[in-house]
């Protein structure tokens, strides 16, 4: 039995493929021009890229390039910050209530961009968060004493200092 032979009979038990009779080695390529076609038929090529992950800096990740355990906190920035911008964008564009949502996505951007460079002070941002949090809870506690966008800012930051707070204290696995 030769090795494709093989691997073949492998992927026969395991009900990887619905060909049950294995081919000879002479068989043809499962190469297409966008990429190569996996069983499951996803196509791999450069939309769908399998491998090495893009980041919003455009900084490659692999083996050449791996993710330090420092940069942790910068990495989860970076990709955060990426889906605020696009939330933000897509509800400034609609307008009308969705207004709300880009004040609420705007606020966090300067967080993730300060994060994702390494800049931000954990120490300055849980008092900051403190005093949001009370900021809040004096704005609330009583009546909603307190406008739609500033409402909505004010949930964002905390979000957004409370997503980093955690991340940053996350012990290493």
Same mark, same amino acid.
């Given at each position: 039995m030769t090795y494709l032979e093989e691997i073949l009979k492998i992927r026969t038990m395991m009900g990887l493929n619905e060909d049950s009779t294995p081919t000879s080695s002479t068989s043809t390529s499962t190469s297409t021009s966008t990429g190569s076609l996996w069983d499951s038929g996803?196509?791999?090529?450069?939309?769908?890229?399998?491998?090495?992950?893009?980041?919003?800096?455009?900084?490659?990740?692999?083996?050449?390039?791996?993710?330090?355990?420092?940069?942790?906190?910068?990495?989860?920035? @970076?990709?955060? !910050?990426?889906?605020? +911008? =696009?939330? *933000?964008?897509?509800?400034?564009?609609? #307008?009308? /209530?969705?207004?709300?949502?880009?004040?609420?996505? @705007?606020?966090? !951007?300067?967080?993730? +961009? =300060?994060? *994702?460079?390494?800049?931000?002070?954990? #120490?300055? /941002?849980?008092?900051?968060?403190?005093?949001?949090l009370e900021k809040l809870y004096t704005a609330t506690k009583g009546d909603m004493d307190i406008e739609q966008i500033a409402f909505q800012e004010l949930l964002g930051k905390m979000e957004v200092l409370g997503e980093l707070i955690i991340k940053d204290s996350e012990k290493p696995q």
């Amino acid at each position: 039995m030769t090795y494709l032979e093989e691997i073949l009979k492998i992927r026969t038990m395991m009900g990887l493929n619905e060909d049950s009779t294995p081919t000879s080695s002479t068989s043809t390529s499962t190469s297409t021009s966008t990429g190569s076609l996996w069983d499951s038929g996803a196509k791999r090529g450069p939309g769908n890229p399998v491998g090495n992950t893009t980041w919003q800096s455009n900084t490659t990740r692999g083996p050449g390039n791996p993710l330090e355990e420092g940069d942790k906190l910068e990495s989860f920035a @970076e990709t955060r !910050l990426g889906g605020a +911008e =696009k939330i *933000a964008d897509n509800a400034k564009e609609k #307008g009308g /209530a969705a207004l709300l949502t880009y004040h609420h996505f @705007e606020v966090k !951007l300067e967080y993730y +961009e =300060k994060a *994702a460079k390494g800049e931000l002070d954990m #120490g300055d /941002a849980k008092k900051e968060y403190k005093n949001l949090l009370e900021k809040l809870y004096t704005a609330t506690k009583g009546d909603m004493d307190i406008e739609q966008i500033a409402f909505q800012e004010l949930l964002g930051k905390m979000e957004v200092l409370g997503e980093l707070i955690i991340k940053d204290s996350e012990k290493p696995q």
